[in-house]
């Protein structure tokens, strides 16, 4: 069957959704794709549809949504919230749970991860997990985000500090514009306090993928460690390292075709 594309009635106006059903009769998995933050949405939609074309292939239902404020949904940046992300997650899954009965997997990209962690706490059954290069800790993420305000300040020549000015702009309730995404102190305070932890002790799986263009390249002692928290809460975990560009920020569109077929050898081994 053919992709899906739809409006998916929300709280706060709509989502803008994709499905992609199983090839297969009896799909043998369910997978709701979350995106990453800000710009890196845009820069890795098309590895996204072709991860996900090749899910549906394999036999899983994936549905992709559009978060709040973000692509083709409703709202703005500045509208978005943390909870109302984790709301669209449930949303989400409501809507996939009435077509696919199939093993729940949450798959995310960057900060996609993130958010699939926080939100598998509040769903009514255990998930599965695809983190392609997670974010770890949304502070650390967050500073780095405000990093392009002051490269932004330094080109144009100003000399005020821009993480300071963002800071006192957050702390007075005013929302703040980086790289043309105006972001609310809400949004902010609740991405801050968010860690990729294990959503809970359960016996489901976990694919872990890192990507590098380094010849040589070893992976990330942080992932090594916290793969070992998700162990040690019940999670059978493969983290992985495959060759691939950042295609999340890089200048032109690019693709990571290991990583895609990394992700299905390893869904596939599923059962």
Known sequence: MALQPFFLKAEKGQRFCIYHPAEASGARGAVIYLHPFAEELNKSRRMAACQA????????????????????????YADATWNAWQDDVLLAYRWLRARSEAPLTLWGLRSGCLLAANAAVNLPEKANFV???????????????????????????????????????????????????TVAP????????????????????????????????????????????????????DLRLVRGPAFWQTSEIEEAPELISSTIALMESWG
């Open 131 to 181: 983190f392609w290069q997670p974010v770890v800790s949304g502070k650390q993420y967050w500073q780095q985000f405000m990093r392009l305000k002051l490269v932004s300040e330094i080109t144009s020549g100003q000399s005020k500090s821009a993480s300071e000015e963002i800071r006192k702009q957050l702390i007075a309730g005013t929302p703040v514009e980086i790289a043309g995404y």
């Open 186 to 237: 809400a949004l902010v305070n609740d991405f801050e306090q968010s860690q990729l932890n294990p959503a809970r002790y359960c016996n489901g799986r976990v694919a872990w993928l890192e990507l590098s263009m380094r010849e040589g390249a070893t992976l990330s002692p942080v992932f090594v460690r916290l793969a070992e928290q998700w162990q040690q809460s019940g999670y059978e975990v």
């Open 53 to 76: 074309r090749e899910m549906a292939k394999l036999g899983f239902d994936v549905l992709q949504i559009d978060l709040l404020g973000c692509g083709d949904s409703s709202g703005d």
